[in-house]
């Protein structure tokens, strides 16, 4: 991509970018809301990692974490859902952006599932000394169901999601970063 060699300079663009996609994970974690566990806020870090790269999907997930729990609810889980994004991000930078032009898109949504299932763990490990669950095995198991529709969520939105975001945002990526090489 041609974003990610020019991905340490700041400008106007990348803020708005940024912004935008911050709002987008925001406004569509509100909008399912009344789902549970079913937001598309995952795929779109996916997405955003494999375009943007990690350094600029963290902001956003960091940011788009806090923002929507000012209004569905701050608490101690809020730092176990941060964490959890993020490492979906790095996973997702480190393995699967290196050699993502060489997967094919059915490996993609099965990898979209996976991370309702990575992130479920993640949150689990993080959130049980924090209520001081002795069993961690145990709390996790419970939630996999939460977890399984996550994952059927994340596949499903990446369908409908990958075809429209990438190429809108290689789109931008290119118009305001081509000369600039």
Avoid at 14 to 28: E, G, N, P, R, Y
Avoid at 34 to 43: D, E, G
Avoid at 128 to 153: C, E, K, M, R, V
Wanted: aromatic content about 16%; some cysteine; charged content about 10%.
């Amino acid at each position: 991509m041609l974003y990610n060699k020019l991905n340490r300079k700041v400008s106007i663009q990348k803020i708005t970018l940024l912004a935008f996609m911050t709002a987008l994970c925001q406004v569509s974690r509100q909008l399912f809301q009344f789902l549970p566990n079913i937001q598309p806020v995952t795929v779109i870090l996916i997405i955003l990692t494999l375009t943007l790269g990690v350094n600029d999907t963290l902001i956003v997930a960091v940011l788009s974490i806090i923002l929507s729990n000012v209004t569905l609810g701050m608490g101690v889980w809020t730092i176990a859902q941060i964490v959890s994004f993020c490492g979906v991000v790095l996973v997702t930078g480190l393995i699967i952006k290196p050699f993502f032009n060489k997967i094919p898109f059915v490996f993609m949504l099965c990898y979209a599932g996976f991370t309702g299932y990575l992130y479920g763990f993640l949150i689990s490990l993080i959130q049980a000394p924090f209520f001081g669950i002795q069993n961690f095995w145990i709390y996790y198991a419970s939630g996999i169901p939460f977890d399984t529709l996550h994952a059927i969520g994340n596949s499903g939105f990446y369908l409908v999601l990958a075809p429209v975001l990438f190429p809108l945002l290689e789109k931008f990526l290119n118009k305001y970063y081509k000369n600039e090489q």
